[in-house]
């Protein structure tokens, strides 16, 4: 069983940054493609970006391209989102999810995932 634990959410004024990670306890997270979703109020989840089990490929949803990305270090387990020039509208939860690959493959749908984290709050307002 695989646990994906995300921080850093918070609060940030529009235009801002943060950094959400997610640190799962599979010591062969090397073998697990990871997707970072969220939803929002009344919304479904939505995909925010996937990265391959090596790191070699990332994937983004058309409307975040350039101001997010994602990145992993497969050394401590742990999968990354640089979320740069925060809107009002990328309020959501946040959650990191993981599944077992067997090659460099991405999943855009959140039923292609097998296990969740948590979920992080992130708010964007002045």
């Known amino acids: 069983q695989v646990q994906l634990v995300e921080s850093g959410g918070g609060l940030v004024q529009p235009g801002g940054s943060l950094k959400l990670s997610c640190e799962a306890s599979?010591?062969?997270?090397?073998?697990?493609?990871m997707g970072w979703f969220r939803q929002a109020p009344g919304k479904e989840r939505e995909f925010v970006a996937a990265?391959?089990?090596?790191?070699?490929?990332?994937y983004y949803a058309d409307s975040l391209k350039g101001r997010f990305t994602i990145s992993r270090d497969n050394a401590l387990n742990t999968v990354y989102l640089q979320m740069n020039s925060l809107k009002p509208e990328d309020t959501a939860v946040y959650y990191c999810?993981?599944?077992?690959?067997?090659?460099?493959?991405?999943?855009?749908?959140?039923?292609?995932?097998?296990?969740w984290g948590q979920g992080t709050q992130v708010t964007v307002s002045s």
């Open positions: 999810a993981a599944r077992r690959s067997y090659g460099d493959i991405y999943y855009p749908n959140p039923s292609e995932y097998n296990y």
């Open positions: 599979e010591r062969t997270f090397s073998s697990y493609t």
């Open positions: 990265i391959t089990r090596s790191g070699s490929a990332t």
